[in-house]
């Protein structure tokens, strides 16, 4: 199995610019995340979803959108690129609640220029 | 949400075991206590769980306090790869609130 799939690996954009970040889970699991790792520092969940067509918001949803129309895909989409928005994205996922192992992406490194 | 407080590093021994602490004193009747860890350069893996009994798997051990208020993973014996950032959550396992707020969690280096 592939897991949690995350693209691009790296992206450099310029400041004011949009994109979206891929994440693709072939588990069937229902619970995915979005998380942001700035250098050094913890991860901030941003948004997360417990089934298609459901989503929520996180700690720091703001500059993010999220859309689930199916239980494999979990886009993020960042709009009007920022400085603040440099960091590390990780895209995660789980079977259930409660005792579900998360399965964690490789990341996306964005850095805005 | 219920949070966890670690303390920002540890340092140990290879070959040694290692004791990470964690506390939880607003836990949940519902909540499951996760360990994941971060090597370098890497995305967060899972380490370990538990609600209430202590855990053992091929990577580590989990210790729950009796009232569930902290708990500690046990590295056995510490290798030079698991040097690394270990992050305690708690997972609802009622579904009340689905968050799952990482905290800083404990910078574990290894010496030789």
Redesign the interface.
Known sequence: NAGVTQTPKFRILKIGQSMTLQCTQDMNHNYMYWYRQDPGMGLKLIYYSVGAGITDKGEVPNGYNVSRSTTEDFPLRLELAAPSQTSVYFCASSRDRGTGELFFGEGSRLTVL | DAKTTQPNSMESNEEEPVHLPCNHSTISG?D?I?W?RQLPS?????VI?GLTSNVNNRMASLAIAEDRKSSTLILHRATLRDAA?Y?CIL?????AT????????TLLAVQP
């Open positions: 519902t499951y996760h994941y890497q995305g967060p893996e899972y769980h950032v992050y997972r609802d396992g009622s579904g689905n968050k799952l707020i990482f905290g800083t969690g």
